[in-house]
């Protein structure tokens, strides 16, 4: 099982890598602003669709946001 907090971490460092706020990544994806604060509080850990969702905004892999691998290289 993946941990939802390391999950949220994940996502926040690599958008702010990226220079892209949680605000406007989680409204460009049409998630709620407490995404990414229910990880971080109550193990809860977005369905699928979701995480596709913010991979592909972000644009890297579900994988990378799962902590599977270390390479954010998106295989297409």
Do not use: W
């Not at 892209?20 to 409204?27: A, D, E, Q, R, Y």
């Not at 193990?43 to 991979?55: D, M, S, V, W």
């Amino acid at each position: 099982m993946h941990n939802s907090q390391e999950v949220s971490n994940t996502i926040k460092n690599f958008a702010k890598g990226k220079k892209i706020t949680i605000g406007k990544m989680l409204s460009d994806c049409n998630l709620s602003k407490n995404t990414l604060s229910s990880m971080q509080s109550g193990g809860y850990l977005p369905r699928t669709e979701t995480l596709a969702r913010i991979a592909d905004y972000l644009d890297c892999s579900v994988d990378y946001l799962l902590g599977r691998t270390n390479n954010p290289e998106v295989n297409r």
